[in-house]
């Protein structure tokens, strides 16, 4: 019995290896090269990263559907080769595949089954309205389309009110409308307490959800942290001025021009030097129309994240 | 580890199911168990006894040749067996030395003996009040060669004179008596006596040695060889070849006579490729037989024994398939192996069959030795009997 | 056990939305009705004076019906027995490696079920499958001839539930196949392999004379011993539909052994399924 409190992980990994090894072959495909990793309970974590970096094989881990060549990995306190634990974990598949012929009730009902919950038709149907399938109960998933089907999955994922949900892509192939709705049920379960781990190319869609992002890269975990801290930018500020402004003046006073017209940066480490600098562009006749932090997007961190790994990589290589 | 703790015990539970699974369906078919492969002792070197049968019969040293410069002393000649010296010298040459003494003495014998005393060993009987040798004490080795016979044994009480004394003959060598073409009584076995002009030579050696041949030249050389006047090459057996009930060459010529009609092709394939054969047959409990074929051109003697080996295959599934018993399990021991330019063909037949085929002996001899009995028994008695018939 | 018979169900659900399955059933019963109509056999005081199939006579003499019909019933069940094997092959051959497809396998894989509740539920909803095509095709030859000849024998449902027996053997192989390549192809095959070597198994003590004496003829018994029986278990089936002695000594032994087989085989599939990365 694996006591669980407050401050245990949701998944925690160490110096987690995964090496893909095939008949015939000596060496094998290394897809994960010691990840190490602490989701925390209760947050909506983001594992973003380039195609190849060993995402999919890291959510398969956490699942017990690959086995890890070395390392460890412990979810909600316990191994994911229990079935106990994996009975409180909710998963969407990248690309599930749905039976055709089958109604969604009854495949809910089987997942339910299968998942050794009593049979709650009730619970199903209200499950199919959450995600937004109330219209489409009677019909059968082969007529349905491609966001539909990732809806119903989610619904799956839900069956049981798992303390712990993984999914791998859950907005694919759903319109923007469509997309927002599930932000809402997400975001809904972040606030039950439902811990949530995330996969996801769409990086926008990763941003407004999650509070956590983990950046994954040829296998290793390169950056680490709370959303926030990874798009804030360090001591850069953009100022946009007035049109009319001098641009040498502005640059004495320690502006740079950047590409929007009147847009500048300027860096200052604190508030005093950020003030001090104002006034002198002030004093240079420039009128400030708007100020704000250069923040980046988090694709800019990522490939920012990426490419100085690769930089790295290549040194060392060298 | 715990995954790998089951997987063990998943493995180690498939493999109890497979045993549980073999042992329930063989004893649900039904299956006899398989019985114990027949161990059938070929022939293939010598034995222990072979070898001291071998020193046992070195009896003959011949006398030291003197050296042309006289002084030196010459080694003492080492002892011989006189039959293996009276055998024909040289390649190409057949034979065949038969093991009379130790045969008899063998199960195989025991049955071949009721077959020879079908008749309650009156015949027997006859042979040996007439020639004073009993064939089944006194006889050792038979010999057959090209040329003819040779036997040898004990044949101090041999009545040569009365057997042959209708012939010439002459003293031949320092212990041989020569034999030559003559007329020979025979009795027929319904009473009438004939004669037969015999053109064979028969010479006798120290009691010891009975060569039969062709002509008196023939016999004659055959004693020269065995009083150390013949030529110098090995003879046609060697001594590490005795081994056996049966053994010896024969030349290709020979076997191939052997061979049935039906099997002409073979013959000439044997003729083309062969150089000659060694056999050698034991018959101490099943009776084997082990013959390798020798030739000059290592290909085509291989070829040979693939063809062989094939045709024994489809002879040994033919007769599976058709049910004939007795030739299945005399080709389920046939075997033939490849050796560089030469190969072995090892065949056997379990004793058993032998016995089965010659059990017909066996009962005729018992009623005929009753029937013998029963007729001696009432002229002692003086009172008629019926003849009780014995199993 | 919950979780077995959860797959099974999933099994059978996915089956009865195939098609194949659908075309099967429709052909048996063309094929029972073309039985149906197309012999006729006239029982005449018991006695079965001639039969036609087709508008040809089949037989001459007058025999009684049972007699007369035993070389018919045996060759039914040897029909039923093999062609209900090599059809199961052909039919099943996809189920496993389908279950196994990505996007499946992962969601399956992760839900709170152990591996092999997984082969053993796709095993279970198989054989149910069998069994029940099995129950159907041969109720139907045993009413058919029932009614064509007033004579009613249980042979081809007893052969059919041998055939499912020996089927059990050759799916668990087909399944375990799956484990280790994800091919209906593969699968299909190792199937084919298994029911020839169970066909030579069950002659294998005459078989094996044709070998060599040596260590041929000993591995070839040694490999012989642990296959399936199943061509003994297809002469058993055809002895009891003619109505004539059995020649194994038991066959309720044989059928456990063979079923054991299959058991054995599913329990590779066990082992390897558990170590094996999706």
């Not at chain 1, 490939?303 to 060392?316: D, I, K, P, Y």
Request: aromatic letters at 6%; proline letters at 5%; hydrophobic letters at 45%.
């Amino acid at each position: 019995m694996v006591t669980v409190t407050a401050s245990t992980p949701a998944i925690e990994v160490t110096n987690l290896r995964k090496t893909y090894n095939r008949a015939f072959r000596k060496t094998g495909n290394i897809a994960l090269r010691g990840m190490d990793l602490s989701v925390p309970r209760g947050s909506a974590f983001g594992l973003i990263g380039p195609n190849g970096a060993g995402k999919t094989t890291f959510i398969k881990s956490i699942l017990g559907i690959v086995q890890p060549t070395e390392g460890t990995v412990r979810v909600l306190g316990g191994s994911p080769e229990d079935a106990r634990i994996r009975a409180r974990i909710g998963y969407l598949p990248e690309r599930l595949h749905l039976p055709g012929s089958w109604t969604p009730t009854a495949f809910l009902a089987t997942v339910g089954r299968l998942k050794g919950l009593p049979p709650d038709a009730a619970g199903h149907l209200s499950l199919l309205e959450r995600v937004g399938l109330a219209d489409a109960v009677g019909r059968k998933i082969g007529g349905y389309s491609k966001g539909m089907r990732q809806r119903l999955g989610l619904a799956a994922a839900l069956i049981g009110k798992p303390e712990l949900l993984v999914l791998d892509e859950p907005t694919d192939g759903i319109d923007p409308m469509g997309r927002m709705e599930v932000r809402r049920i997400l975001q809904e379960e972040v606030r039950r307490g439902t811990t949530l781990f995330l996969n996801s190319h769409l990086l926008a869609e990763t941003e407004r959800v999650c509070d956590r992002v983990a950046i994954l890269a040829d296998g290793r975990v390169v950056r680490e942290g709370k959303l926030e801290d990874l798009v804030r930018g360090e001591s850069r500020w953009v100022a946009r001025f007035a049109p009319g402004v001098s641009v040498d003046a502005l640059g004495s006073a320690g502006f740079v021009p950047a590409r929007a017209d009147g847009v500048f940066h300027v860096e200052a480490p604190d508030a005093t030097a950020l003030n001090a600098a104002l006034d002198r562009a002030r004093a240079a006749g420039a009128l400030l129309v708007e100020l704000r932090r250069d923040g980046m997007d988090l694709e800019a961190v990522l490939l920012g994240t990426v490419s100085a790994q690769a930089m790295r990589a290549a040194e060392v290589a060298a | 580890m715990e995954k790998r703790q089951k997987r063990r015990v998943w493995l180690v539970m498939a493999a109890l199911l497979f045993v549980a699974a073999a042992v329930l369906m063989f004893a649900g078919q039904g299956e006899e168990p398989a019985p114990p492969p027949l161990e059938v002792e070929f022939p293939r070197r010598m034995r222990q006894p072979d070898r001291e049968r071998a020193e046992r019969r070195r009896t003959q040293v011949l006398p030291t040749p003197v050296s042309a410069d006289s002084g030196t002393v010459a080694e003492r000649p080492r002892p011989r067996d006189p039959l293996l010296a009276a055998l024909p010298r040289g390649e190409g040459k057949t034979a065949v030395i038969i093991e009379a003494n130790a045969l008899r003495h063998s199960p195989i014998g025991g049955l071949l003996m009721d077959c020879l005393m079908r008749d309650g060993g009156k015949q027997l009987k006859e042979f040996r009040e007439k020639s004073g040798v009993d064939p089944l004490q006194d006889l050792d080795r038979l010999v057959i060669t090209d040329e003819g016979m040779m036997l040898s044994g004990n044949f101090e009480n041999a009545r040569f004179k009365e057997l042959l004394g209708e012939r010439v003959s002459a003293d031949y060598g320092e212990g041989a008596r020569v034999y030559e073409a003559g007329e020979n009584s025979v009795t027929r076995p319904d009473g009438t006596t004939v004669k037969r002009r015999d053109t064979s030579a028969i010479a006798t050696w120290n009691n010891q040695l009975l060569v039969v041949g062709k002509s008196p030249d023939e016999v004659k050389a055959a004693i020269d060889r065995v009083e150390g006047r013949g030529p110098d090459e090995p003879p046609a057996i060697s001594e590490s070849s005795t081994y056996g009930e049966m053994y010896g060459v024969l030349s290709v010529e020979m076997l191939s006579r052997l061979i049935p009609p039906e099997q002409a092709a073979l013959a000439q394939r044997l003729r083309d490729v062969a150089k000659n054969v060694e056999l050698h047959l034991d018959a101490s409990s099943d009776v084997a037989l082990v013959a390798e074929v020798r030739g000059p051109s290592a290909d085509d003697v291989t070829d040979l024994g693939k063809s062989l080996g094939a045709a024994l295959s489809l002879a040994r599934i033919k007769a599976q398939a058709g049910e004939d018993k007795d030739l299945a399990q005399l080709l389920d021991f046939a075997k033939v192996k490849p050796d560089g330019d030469s190969f072995t063909l090892e065949m056997a037949v379990p004793l058993e069959v032998i016995r089965e085929r010659l059990a017909i002996c066996r009962e005729n001899r018992q009623d005929a030795e009753a029937a013998l009995e029963a007729k001696e028994a009432p002229r002692e008695a003086g009172v008629e009997q019926a003849p009780v018939p014995v199993r | 056990m919950s979780p077995v018979l959860g797959i099974a169900g999933y099994v059978l659900r996915e089956a009865a939305s195939r098609k194949f399955i659908m075309a099967f059933m429709v052909g048996l019963t063309l094929v029972l009705a073309v039985v149906a109509l197309g012999m006729r056999i006239d029982v005449i005081d018991g006695a079965l004076a001639a039969s036609r199939l087709f508008g040809q006579e089949v037989r001459a003499t007058i025999q009684s019906v049972d007699v007369a019909l035993r070389p018919v019933y045996q060759a039914s069940a040897f029909i039923v027995f093999y062609g209900g094997i090599l059809f199961g092959i052909v039919a099943c051959s996809d189920f496993a490696p389908s279950l196994m497809s990505p996007g499946r396998i992962e969601h399956l894989l992760a839900l709170p079920i152990q591996r092999w509740h997984l082969l053993a539920g796709t095993f279970l909803g198989v054989m149910t499958l069998a069994l029940g095509g099995t129950l159907y095709g041969t109720t139907g030859l045993v009413l058919i001839f029932g009614v064509k000849t007033g004579y009613w024998t249980v042979g081809p449902l007893v052969a059919g539930l041998m055939a499912c027996v020996g089927f059990a053997a050759v799916y668990a192989v087909m399944l375990t196949m799956a484990t280790l390549v994800r091919s209906a192809a593969l699968c299909a095959a190792a199937g084919f392999a298994v029911l020839v070597g169970g066909i030579i198994a069950g002659h294998r003590q005459d078989i094996a004379k044709a070998f060599e004496e040596g260590v041929s003829r000993s591995l070839f018994q040694a490999v012989t011993l642990v296959l399936p029986r199943l061509s003994a278990l297809a002469e058993a089936a055809g002895d009891m539909a003619a109505s004539l002695p059995l020649e194994v000594r038991s066959l309720g032994t044989l059928l456990v052994g063979v079923f054991v087989f299959g058991l054995g085989a599913l329990v590779v599939g066990f082992w390897r399924f558990e170590g094996k990365d999706y």
